[in-house]
């Protein structure tokens, strides 16, 4: 490492290097500020700065009275998009498949397109939409946050209208023809931190999801997943 480089690097470069490679496993104990000063020859304020990066890169956990721990690498579970398309929640459905219990809540509201939902669904700016804010939770804990806009014709206006989106559209005769995905990870805002009870340092999957009949968006949708629990799947036919 540059000689330039701020000292804590050095700190952090190791106890980086040592969880990555086993040294110190999930639920190991990180040497305390103390420790770290004489261990690396450095002063208190790069110790307390090299803990701060490592729990802020998700690394470490800090609990109040006793010290910095390894974080532990829960499984990563698939979420298999092409499944379920004809369920009204298919996130939902393919966790159940695999022996979850998931419930989840849901709250409509009436807004405008703007100008991103306008491009996305290639609208006017003005045009009335009716927007969907759902989460769904496992066994009581936040799993995944799913917000989701249509014109305001084709919603849903009740429990029993509450049918799969594929369907509500065909009742409209209109046929969805696909469904288009576009994944990013990003850092979570402070609300999704919140809502998902992420742990520092984890980021989510944003996944833009709109589907389409022929030409036309009919539907787009914003689904927000914590990237610490689950991988996403996707299968292509040949």
Same mark, same amino acid.
Request: charged share 25%; hydrophobic share 35%; aromatic share 6%.
């Given at each position: 490492?540059?000689?330039?480089?701020?000292?804590?690097?050095?700190?952090?470069?190791?106890?980086?290097?040592?969880?990555?490679?086993?040294?110190?496993?999930?639920?190991? #104990?990180?040497?305390?500020?103390?420790?770290?000063?004489?261990?690396?020859?450095?002063?208190?304020?790069?110790?307390?700065?090299?803990?701060?990066?490592?729990?802020?890169?998700?690394?470490?956990?800090?609990?109040?009275?006793?010290?910095?721990?390894?974080?532990? !690498?829960?499984?990563?579970?698939?979420?298999?998009? =092409?499944?379920?398309?004809?369920?009204?929640?298919?996130?939902?459905?393919?966790?159940?498949?695999?022996?979850?219990?998931?419930?989840?809540? =849901?709250?409509? $509201?009436?807004?405008?397109?703007?100008?991103?939902?306008?491009?996305?669904? !290639? &609208?006017?700016?003005?045009?009335?939409?009716?927007?969907?804010?759902? &989460?769904?939770?496992?066994?009581?804990?936040?799993?995944?946050?799913?917000?989701?806009?249509?014109?305001? $014709?084709?919603?849903?206006?009740?429990?029993? $209208?509450?049918?799969?989106?594929?369907?509500?559209?065909?009742?409209?005769?209109?046929? &969805?023809?696909?469904?288009?995905?576009?994944?990013?990870?990003?850092? #979570?805002?402070?609300? $999704?931190?919140?809502?998902?009870?992420?742990?520092?340092?984890?980021?989510?999957?944003?996944?833009?999801?709109?589907? =389409?009949?022929?030409?036309?968006?009919?539907?787009?949708?914003?689904?927000?997943?914590?990237?610490?629990?689950?991988?996403?799947?996707?299968?292509?036919?040949?």
């Amino acid at each position: 490492m540059a000689t330039s480089d701020p000292v804590y690097l050095r700190v952090v470069e190791d106890i980086r290097r040592q969880i990555n490679d086993g040294s110190l496993p999930p639920g190991a #104990p990180i040497p305390s500020r103390a420790q770290l000063t004489r261990k690396y020859q450095v002063g208190e304020t790069a110790a307390r700065h090299a803990l701060r990066v490592l729990a802020g890169e998700g690394l470490i956990i800090g609990r109040v009275g006793s010290g910095h721990y390894v974080r532990e !690498r829960p499984d990563l579970t698939s979420l298999h998009r =092409w499944r379920f398309l004809d369920h009204p929640a298919p996130f939902a459905a393919d966790l159940q498949s695999q022996g979850r219990r998931v419930t989840w809540d =849901w709250h409509s $509201e009436p807004t405008e397109a703007g100008p991103d939902l306008a491009r996305r669904l !290639r &609208i006017g700016e003005s045009t009335a939409l009716t927007k969907t804010r759902y &989460i769904f939770r496992g066994d009581g804990r936040p799993l995944q946050l799913a917000t989701s806009y249509e014109p305001r $014709e084709f919603a849903a206006h009740s429990e029993e $209208e509450r049918r799969s989106l594929v369907a509500r559209m065909y009742a409209h005769g209109i046929k &969805i023809t696909e469904i288009v995905e576009s994944v990013h990870t990003r850092i #979570p805002r402070p609300a $999704e931190s919140d809502a998902l009870d992420l742990a520092a340092g984890v980021h989510v999957l944003h996944v833009e999801r709109t589907h =389409w009949a022929g030409d036309r968006p009919v539907e787009t949708s914003d689904i927000v997943i914590p990237g610490d629990r689950f991988r996403i799947t996707y299968s292509m036919p040949v």
